[in-house]
């Protein structure tokens, strides 16, 4: 039986455009656009250009622990940011890297990384997925400056720098929003994780750094809501978010106002004037990415197109009905639910339908 194991995705083009979610010719884009998107993360703002074939992208942030370079710069680093608490400012995933580290390895590219006074070349393994990391000496440069290069006959493009001019640009203007996080950031496993890395913080202290879910209680006394007395056991205090003044803090260890004191029309009403600071309209991007954008749907439709002609006419819906029609002796032969208990007892992080999917694949591929 074959194992595939995840990284190994990431070391060559066609699979690495998938996890990147872009065709073959789309990923100068995606590297370029995932370093700008770091740098911006990291600095507010950047500088990003090419230089020859080299895509240069430079910010003035706190830099990167030089240690660490060799396990972010890795197509094998697990899918794990810095960033799980979410914030619209910024990226989330822990993919952006891993990502780029693909295209140089599957190219056979170069990159370098010049951070907090020190240049490094990356030298990413096919091997297992990891990456030597080699000092190249001082560099004046403080932030971070990375300089990737791709090898093979795929290569920056002007193209490349839309996308990430775009977000320099964004990013000079308007005010950055300085709120909480919101709980319409996440979907179910963004949560799920924000979750399993929160240590020691209590349920009530994770839902104080959220927007909206414990709002103040000047704010709710205006409104005239409901306020029960509460009685705490012990000498037990209750934490408080650290926005709330001292005075409502002690005015919390006693008394406490729920978000179903309100009717529905008030609940949705303090909704609306909640967001309405951050409605700035529909988002229209310039015309030069608008056309971008056009070129690129049209380009994804024709692909579609020409792959759907492709596949009817190898008459693929009744071979892959009849491949599948050919698994079910196996299917009806595996014990499913003692598969997926040893495997989660394995590797408890997973959900369920995970060791579904990979016991799935294996079959299918021993059946080829
Ligand atoms: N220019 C930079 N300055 C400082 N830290 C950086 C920079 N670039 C990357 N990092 C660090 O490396 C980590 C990994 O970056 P990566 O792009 O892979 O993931 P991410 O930005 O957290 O999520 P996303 O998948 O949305 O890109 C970041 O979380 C950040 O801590
Ligand atoms: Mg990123």
């Not at 990291?42 to 910010?59: I, K, P, Q």
């Not at 240049?119 to 080699?134: C, H, K, L, N, T």
């Not at 202290?205 to 029960?228: H, K, R």
């Not at 951050?278 to 749907?297: R, S």
């Amino acid at each position: 039986m074959f194992q595939r194991e995840d990284w190994t995705a990431f070391r060559q083009l066609e699979t690495l455009g998938q996890r990147a979610g872009v065709g073959r010719d789309e990923i100068p884009d995606v590297v370029a656009k995932e370093l700008v998107d770091n740098a911006l993360d990291a600095a507010g703002a950047c500088e990003v250009r090419l230089d020859g074939g080299e895509l240069v992208v430079m910010d003035d942030g706190p830099g990167i622990d030089p240690a660490t370079l060799g396990g972010i710069f890795a197509v094998n680093r697990p899918q794990r940011s810095t960033k799980v608490l979410r914030r619209p400012s910024r990226g989330a995933l822990g993919n952006g890297l891993r990502v780029v580290t693909g295209a140089v390895l599957a190219t056979g590219g170069t990159l370098r990384v010049s951070t907090r006074g020190r240049a490094f070349d990356i030298r990413p393994r096919d091997s297992d997925g990891g990456s030597d990391v080699v000092e190249l000496g001082p560099s004046e440069h403080q932030g971070t400056r990375v300089q990737v290069r791709l090898g093979g006959d795929i290569a920056f493009d002007a193209d490349a720098l839309v996308w990430p001019q775009v977000a320099c640009d964004l990013a000079s203007e308007g005010d950055t929003y300085a709120g909480r996080t919101s709980a319409w950031w996440y979907d179910s496993d963004a949560f799920f994780e924000l979750c399993q890395s929160a240590g020691d913080t209590t349920a009530r202290e994770l839902i104080s750094l959220f927007e909206g879910c414990s709002g103040n209680p000047d704010e709710a006394t205006a409104m005239g809501l409901q306020v029960e007395p509460i009685e705490r056991k012990g000498d037990r205090t209750v934490p408080v978010a650290d926005y709330v003044s001292d005075e409502w803090s002690e005015w919390l260890q006693t008394h406490r106002v729920e978000l179903n004191a309100m009717t529905t029309p008030q609940f949705l009403e303090w909704l609306d004037a909640k967001m309405a600071p951050y409605d700035a309209g529909k988002v229209i991007p310039p015309t030069e990415l608008l056309g971008a954008e056009l070129a690129d749907q049209a380009r994804r439709a024709s692909r579609e197109q020409v792959v759907e002609r492709i596949l009817r006419e190898a008459d693929a819906d009744r071979r892959a009905s009849e491949a599948f029609e050919s698994l079910r002796p196996r299917l009806a032969g595996v014990d499913v639910a003692a598969h997926v208990r040893a495997e989660l007892e394995r590797e408890p992080s997973e959900r369920w339908t995970e060791p579904v999917e990979r016991l799935a694949k294996e079959i299918a591929a021993d059946n080829r």
